[in-house]
């Protein structure tokens, strides 16, 4: 599409006179979209319409539910330059990332693309409250894998050495999982888990976070887990020597935890009820100052109730995609709201003693 001129937009009604329907005509050189809406009974417009198809109608003589025709006339006629604007603002730019999309990716599924850099600065600030560290730590930490070199070869190094080529693109982008890094960075946990690996981009990207975390003396290790057992292909050298995918439905695979879990990950079977089965199958191994983070907050509000049920803060971090057709999604967060946490040149330390776990009433 052309920015530089305007779009045509037409406004008319098609349909029975019982069941009319509001036409949107949007046409722009060899461009053409119309948009067809049923006209309800109880709409303004459905009064409209039908007296307006009467035979020799004078809108202007009418009065429709006791306002005067003159208005609704008014009302007609911004319509065409209303409807230009906002399908403009709506279908330019989502049209042109969807036809791009088309041709240069392959995925189908669990689409990869980066984030408006406007993003980082929220995440960073809102996840410094549930880590207890600076905003600009944070966003040091959500910056990091974007410049590591090492891992993003890594990455492509095993599409290029698949024969037949993964429904996945080969350049890396991480999306929201950058937020997940950070978390990993910042507590550097000795357990995390993530539910829902697929092909394991989030997998590798926690492991290499892992990796630093160790570099810089806390080590920690990663539990995957995942129904499909050719999930976690991305899981390559050096990254697989931090953790593994365990293979079998993910919430009889945490039954099997037997130590605190300092960072969980939702991202399995996205069925609301599924996802708060996850919490309560976990929610007795978190240690105090674990942070649980969902990849479902965007649909469901099964991660806010936990965490409003167990004594947790909540908070969502939007997504903001660029250059895709994607509205994107989001990270839930939830975390203890004691106790609080302090910076150390170690790490973090907890300022208070342990919150005993939450009754078993909760849910
Ligand atoms: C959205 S993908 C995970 C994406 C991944 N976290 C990433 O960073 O790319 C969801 C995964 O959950 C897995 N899954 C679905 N139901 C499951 C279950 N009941 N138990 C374990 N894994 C499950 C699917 O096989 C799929 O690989």
Known sequence: MNPGTAPKVQVGFTGEPTAPKLE???SEGDFELTLRDAVSPGDKFYKLVQLLRAPGADVRSMAIDGEPAAYLQQVLQYVPNRAAFALKYYLAPKLQTLVQWLVASKESDNYTYDNASSCLHYWASGLSLALGCSPERVLG????PIEDVALKQAIVAMYDRQPVKPLRDRIPKFGRRLAWYACARALKPKLLIETGVHQGLGSVLLCAALKRNTEEGHPGTYMGTDIDTSAGSLLVAPYNQYGKVHYGDSIETLKTVDRP???FINDSDHSADYE???YEAIVRKLSDRAVVLG???????KLMQFAWNTQRNF??????????WYPGAGVGVAWPKSPPVVETASG???LTPSVS???PQLF
């Open 315 to 324: 908070i969502f971090l939007n997504e903001k995609p660029e250059n895709h």
């Open 276 to 278: 708060a089965r996850e």
């Open 357 to 359: 776990p939450p009754g």
């Open 24 to 26: 949107v005509r949007f």
């Open 141 to 144: 930490y959500l910056r990091e």
């Open 348 to 350: 973090q330390e907890s």
């Open 295 to 301: 990849d479902n907050a965007h649909v469901t509000d």
């Open 261 to 263: 879990v300092n960072l």
